[in-house]
């Protein structure tokens, strides 16, 4: 790893050569506490100091609702759409949400790559930034408070710029092409940054206990405690849409007004919602709430090649307008 | 290959729907040319007594003479579908449904104990017959019901959301006014199609597509909105302006009703 120092007055001077590898997307204030990736071009316009966005990166990557291609049946003919420029910027992201898209790049790159996701992937610039805890987040627990990898460039904040660490090729280029506005850490450097880290690191409050999870959601199959939470929970997916790592999505094909064209596209589902079982025949595999609500619990709580399906942002409880508690569900469960 | 036969027809309600259809201006007549129109008020006053193979009807039935008219479409038509929110569940007419008798709201209304309109109580068309599609909202989206149409010309069931506002209120982003201002939406329980559009605006979900039938919980609706500090009765009552005989808002308005003691029924 590559460690550097961007002093606070070359910051904006980064910013701005920054626009040469695409559109830059950070943090922007949305609502009172809320905060969405949006296009910007001065730094200005970001709060750096954010503690979650509502839909996370991975729109990115895995369009919100996109059109992924054209068919025109009479000629039996189909166009793959994609996007003529897909190079971006996405400046400000916290180490859980880049956890969380090393966990969708197993899912949609390893084996069968999603060429959608891929095309997107590989032409993002991925900037991470420190954040400091809220009382929802438990990425500690999680072991994605910290990231060593799956990104270009790290910014810590010490007291007169930023702690800088270099993550990828990528971010040796952008480096080496803005050399002049980088200097080399010094011990003084290096000691504001293990410091602020331990801090950063005792600020957290909430803690999940991991220990047997896997066994405790299986134990807990008939448990009441999914009834109860069922009768308090709307089903509107929004924990879905919001959770980083959530990835299940719907195809649909629309017909154009002539009948012969159309267009299929895909958009971010819900295994909350009641069709997200249904199959043909009018069969569906969760057809109540409880079993909907288990079920994301289990897939949340499994492990993909030894990675938790959670990365601790707490966005599902802070946007659940049921009030769930996503820690408390899985304490209950594991009888804390 | 010969276009297919529609009627456009009204019972109890405003026309919006109807006049729905007519914005689609720009593709409009392609659309309808695809089909051989036998009845469209809002448009032509010419009238053909054949069999239909779709009709769409909009309003509620609410009268005995729309009872007869519904029963005459349903016999000549293949399909029928209903547009908007009173042909789904009665509308906004239907909000004392349960809690007033219809003869006691005429006299309210008009001033006179006879039934001169001979009214029934205000129900959406499933009430009565068999409806092969409902095309929610109030009044209805002209792109969902233009995509409606595409897709059954296309010889295919369009897709239906079932899903409620929400989730097009995540995909577009939008902070929740629930969580973030304490308004008392109802996009949760809500059908999604509108694209969000009060909730982008700042506003709460007041319902107007209709609740998520058999799936929508309204009970945990109330007890968010109860928990947010709003009266039950003005919660109940805000359920009730569009979705009054959706089964899960009858037994709420049933449960408060006895709770509180009031003796609602008027």
């Known amino acids: 790893m ?46 750096l100091s954010y503690n979650r966005t509502i839909v996370p990166p991975k729109k990115f990557f895995v369009g919100l609702k996109e059109k992924i291609f054209e068919f025109d049946e009479k000629r ?47 032409n993002a610039i991925l900037i991470g930034i420190d954040c400091h805890p809220d009382e929802h987040c438990f990425c500690k627990s999680m072991g994605t408070s910290y990231a060593t990898d799956g990104f270009d460039l790290f910014l810590h904040e010490i007291s007169d710029g930023f702690f800088v660490r270099v993550g990828s090729m990528k971010g040796h280029e952008i480096v080496a092409k803005n050399k002049g506005l980088f200097d080399p850490v010094g011990s003084e450097d290096i000691e504001e940054f ?29 448990s009441q405690i999914w009834d109860e939470y069922a009768e308090k929970c709307l089903g509107c997916g929004t924990c879905n849409l919001v959770c980083p790592t959530c990835r299940c999505y719907d ?33 569906n595999f969760r057809p109540t709430r409880v079993e909907r609500l288990r079920n994301r619990f289990n897939c949340k709580g499994s492990l993909l090649e030894g990675m938790l399906n959670c990365v601790g942002c707490g966005r599902c409880t802070v946007y659940c307008p049921a009030g769930i508690d996503y820690v408390e569900v899985l304490r209950k469960i594991a009888g804390d | 290959m010969e276009r297919p036969k529609i009627g456009v027809f009204s019972l109890t309600g405003c026309g919006g729907d109807q006049l729905m259809i007519l914005n689609l201006e720009d593709v ?35 009268t005995k003479q729309d009872l007869r008219k519904l029963k005459e479409i349903r ?46 109580e205000p129900k959406g068309l499933s009430a009565y017959v068999k409806v092969d599609l409902e095309i929610p909202g109030c009044p209805i989206e002209k792109e969902e019901t ?26 577009k982003e939008y902070p929740c006014v629930l969580i973030e201002k304490n308004l008392p939406c109802l996009g949760p329980i809500i059908v999604a199609g509108c694209g969000a559009r009060c909730p982008g605006l700042g506003l709460p979900c007041i319902g107007c597509r209709g609740p998520i039938k058999e799936e929508a919980n309204a ?37 408060i009703r006895r709770r509180s003691g009031k003796g609602r029924q008027e």
């Open chain 1, 251 to 283: 195809v649909i094909d629309f017909v154009n007004l002539d009948i012969t064209t159309g267009e299929r596209v895909r958009r971010w589902d819900s295994c909350m919602l009641r069709r997200h079982g249904l199959v043909a025949g009018g069969l």
């Open chain 1, 76 to 122: 039996a003919e189909f166009r793959e759409v994609i996007e003529d420029d897909p190079r971006k910027v996405i400046f400000g992201i916290h180490s859980c949400d880049i956890h969380a898209l090393k966990l969708l790049d197993k899912i949609y790159l390893e084996d069968m790559a999603d060429k959608y996701y891929l095309e997107r992937r590989r």
């Open chain 2, 28 to 62: 409009l007549l392609d659309l309808l040319s695809y089909f051989d129109i036998k009845d469209f008020q809002e448009i032509s006053s010419f009238k053909e007594d054949s069999d239909l193979d779709i009709a769409f009807v909009e309003g509620s039935v609410s």
């Open chain 1, 194 to 222: 293990k410091r602020s880290q331990k801090k950063r690191l005792d600020e957290f409050k909430l803690e999940l206990n991991l220990s047997g999870l896997q066994d405790m959601l299986e134990l807990a199959h008939n």
């Open chain 1, 2 to 47: 590559m460690y550097l120092k961007l002093p606070r007055e070359d910051f904006d001077a980064f910013f701005k050569n920054l626009q040469e590898y695409g559109k830059i997307y950070g943090p922007v204030k949305a609502g009172s506490s809320a905060y969405n990736f949006k296009e910007v071009t001065t730094l200005d316009e970001m709060d």
């Open chain 2, 75 to 120: 016999a000549r038509c293949k399909m029928l579908i209903a547009i908007g929110n009173c042909a789904i569940s009665g509308g906004i007419q239907a909000m004392k449904n349960g809690q007033m008798e219809i003869l006691e709201r005429m006299k309210r209304v008009y001033g006179i104990e006879e039934d001169i309109y001979g009214v029934l």
């Open chain 2, 219 to 255: 009970a945990a609706e109330l007890e968010v909105l109860l928990s947010k500090g709003y009266d039950e009765e003005h919660i109940v009552n805000l359920m009730r302006i569009f979705c009054a005989n959706f089964g899960e808002i009858k037994k709420i308005t049933e449960i």
């Open chain 2, 146 to 171: 233009l995509r409606a149409i595409t897709s059954i010309l296309h010889g295919d069931m369009p897709d239906q959301f079932d899903y409620p506002v929400c989730v097009e209120c995540k995909l």
